[in-house]
């Protein structure tokens, strides 16, 4: 038998191989997710916040926008940055740039280069912050939070919104690695993420499904475990970690997605368009994410400050 490029010459007949296409690798997958569904955020939110919201007393628990650019705010606020000096700062998936344009207009002297797996979001990202007169402040790349293209000990501050989760296992420890490199000494990291909480008490099969289809649906192999994450940013050195349990300051904004999921589906289906496969699995997993948001003790959403 003598093989060639993928036929089989058996006895003289020539035979079709079926070969097994490789299993896409995660980072395939985050971007298959992204390129298909980044612009469905748009329904979402008019900024392209790609997160929850943050409500604060006083605010109108109806204004989602009001909320999402809240939490880019809270977020600023963590970085601890002196408005008057010049920084460097990188936002650490960046999706279509929402964060890093609250965050560019809060610290008018820094520069932000915001790092995305997708290209479409490199694209969208770029016309938008044109549009706003921040192309200048924010440069958006194609590249991978784990091997960011920066210098050792050159970056002001870090953050992560909604993107530390597709990093690796339970700690993340990829990702806490590679922003402790790039950091100055002094450096802030924050995140704004779900976290899973005590892992050691199982999950019910209603919990296990729920959280298994989250994550398929969002292309994240898991969500990182809270105890393990910050042991991790304390086995690399990071001091002053401050956890914060924003559970209940995300919960009114993420009340706001079966009716958000409602009028996209409608509004989808008056202009006669189909639903992708990613744009279904973004709507199933916003909906069962209200599931895991409602198990106070498994899950909680926390920023977490370092
Ligand atoms: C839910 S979106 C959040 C986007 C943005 N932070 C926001 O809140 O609007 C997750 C983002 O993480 C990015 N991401 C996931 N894994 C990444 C990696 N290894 N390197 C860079 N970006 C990554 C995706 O490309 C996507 O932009």
């Known amino acids: 038998m003598k093989m060639t490029d993928g036929n089989a010459v058996v006895f003289g007949r020539s035979l079709k191989l079926e070969r097994e296409a490789p299993a896409p690798s995660q980072a395939d997958q985050i971007i298959r997710f992204y390129e298909e569904a980044s612009m469905d955020y748009a329904h979402w939110s008019r900024g392209l916040n790609m997160h929850l919201g943050f409500f604060r007393w006083g605010m109108n628990p109806f204004d989602r926008e009001a909320m999402l650019e809240q939490l880019n705010i809270e977020v600023a606020k963590r970085l601890e940055l002196d408005r008057n000096a010049d920084?460097?700062?990188?936002?650490?998936?960046?999706?279509?740039?929402?964060?890093?344009?609250?965050?560019?207009?809060?610290?008018?002297?820094?520069?932000?280069?915001?790092?995305?797996?997708?290209?479409?979001?490199?694209?969208?990202?770029?016309?938008?912050?044109?549009?706003?007169?921040?192309?200048?402040?924010?440069?958006?790349?194609?590249?991978?939070?784990?091997?960011?293209?920066?210098?050792?000990?050159?970056?002001?501050?870090?953050?992560?919104?909604?993107?530390?989760?597709y990093a690796t296992g339970a700690e993340k420890e990829d990702l806490i690695r590679e922003v402790l490199r790039v950091l100055k000494i002094g450096g802030r990291f924050v995140v704004a993420d779900c976290f899973v909480t005590n892992p050691a008490r199982n999950f019910t099969p209603?919990?296990?499904?729920?959280?298994?289809?989250?994550?398929?649906?969002?292309?994240?192999?898991?969500?990182?475990?809270?105890?393990?994450?910050?042991?991790?940013?304390?086995?690399?050195?990071?001091?002053?970690?401050?956890?914060?349990?924003?559970?209940?300051?995300?919960?009114?904004?993420?009340?706001?997605?079966?009716?958000?999921?409602?009028?996209?589906?409608?509004?989808?289906?008056?202009?006669?368009?189909?639903?992708?496969?990613?744009?279904?699995?973004?709507?199933?997993?916003?909906?069962?994410?209200?599931?895991?948001?409602?198990?106070?003790?498994?899950?909680?959403?926390?920023?977490?400050?370092?």
């Open 87 to 165: 920084s460097l700062l990188v936002d650490l998936g960046c999706g279509m740039g929402a964060v890093a344009r609250s965050i560019a207009r809060k610290y008018p002297r820094s520069t932000i280069r915001g790092v995305t797996l997708a290209p479409s979001q490199v694209r969208i990202a770029d016309s938008i912050n044109e549009q706003c007169g921040l192309k200048n402040r924010i440069e958006i790349l194609n590249e991978d939070y784990t091997n960011l293209p920066f210098g050792n000990d050159t970056v002001d501050a870090a953050w992560g919104v909604e993107s530390v989760c």
């Open 206 to 306: 209603l919990i296990k499904k729920c959280y298994s289809t989250v994550c398929d649906a969002w292309a994240v192999s898991e969500m990182a475990t809270l105890e393990l994450f910050v042991a991790s940013l304390e086995s690399h050195g990071f001091t002053n970690i401050v956890i914060e349990d924003a559970s209940w300051r995300a919960a009114p904004s993420l009340a706001h997605a079966p009716l958000a999921v409602l009028t996209f589906v409608l509004r989808k289906w008056l202009a006669g368009q189909k639903l992708k496969e990613h744009t279904i699995n973004n709507l199933k997993a916003s909906l069962l994410a209200l599931v895991l948001g409602a198990r106070k003790s498994k899950f909680s959403y926390c920023i977490i400050s370092a």
